[in-house]
T-cell receptor
Framework: AQTVTQSQPEMSVQEAETVTLSCTYD???????LFWYKQPPSRQMILVIR??????QNATENRFSVNFQKAAKSFSLKISDSQLGDAAMYFC??????????????FGKGITLSVRP | KAGVTQTPRYLIKTRGQQVTLSCSPI?????VSWYQQTPGQGLQFLFE???????NKGNFPGRFSGRQFSNSRSEMNVSTLELGDSALYLC?????????????FGPGTRLTVL
């Protein structure tokens, strides 16, 4: 079974600084997708960034980028120029395929990010 | 496009009762998944429906059930409620076929069991 591990329960960053959130996963599959979701206090889950396992290039979305190390099964999220609105819980998630029995999302426990003004 | 909607947003029930939660996916999306979120267990997958068929199921007791209608709207039902069923229940829809299986989440239903 696939597992996703987020070992840091909490992190803090100064506004305008950069922070990196860590995530590791375990799978025997070669084709899968990885995601970072943000859950602010409103509890609405918002997709931050996604990565296809077959792509070597790391995904980037504005201030958000990932460091995807397939061999190490590591998928970290870097937030540059942190803003107060980035304060939220961040979840790393794995999905093994688009269809079929393994289409569910497996989430890590999440990390609470606070941003200091 | 309107996002995923869930009703009701908040619900209070007592032990032994049953509850039905509703989820309307984004127009055109055919897959609906349900997740339970609790402080202790985190986010756990309940089940997924696609074209009115349950395609995948998590490790939850049979008290948790669901269904999907022809318009892709989905309901989940929990019978004989227990205190431990208190949680945020999230619904997510996806198109399946594009966007790398991205799931779009609704705002959730907060269920409190007394």
């Amino acid at each position: 079974a696939q597992t996703v591990t987020q070992s840091q329960p909490e992190m803090s960053v100064q506004e305008a600084e950069t922070v990196t959130l860590s995530c590791t996963y375990d799978t025997s599959e070669s084709d899968y997708y990885l995601f970072w979701y943000k859950q602010p206090p409103s509890r609405q889950m918002i997709l931050v960034i996604r990565q296809e396992a077959y792509k070597q290039q790391n995904a980037t979305e504005n201030r958000f980028s990932v460091n995807f190390q397939k061999a190490a099964k590591s998928f970290s999220l870097k937030i540059s120029d942190s803003q107060l609105g980035d304060a939220a819980m961040y979840f790393c998630a794995y999905r093994s395929g688009l269809t079929g029995a393994n289409s569910k999302l497996t989430f890590g426990k999440g990390i609470t990010l606070s941003v200091r003004p | 496009k309107a996002g995923v909607t869930q009703t009701p947003r908040y619900l209070i029930k007592t032990r032994g009762q049953q509850v039905t939660l509703s989820c309307s996916p984004i127009s055109g999306h055919r897959s609906v998944s349900w997740y339970q979120q609790t402080p202790g267990q985190g986010l756990q997958f309940l089940f997924e429906y696609f074209s009115e068929t349950q395609r995948n199921k998590g490790n939850f007791p049979g008290r948790f059930s669901g269904r999907q209608f022809s318009n892709s709207r989905s309901e989940m039902n929990v019978s004989t409620l227990e205190l431990g069923d208190s949680a945020l229940y999230l619904c997510a829809s996806s198109f399946l076929g594009g966007e790398m299986g991205e799931q779009f989440f609704g705002p959730g239903t907060r269920l409190t069991v007394l």
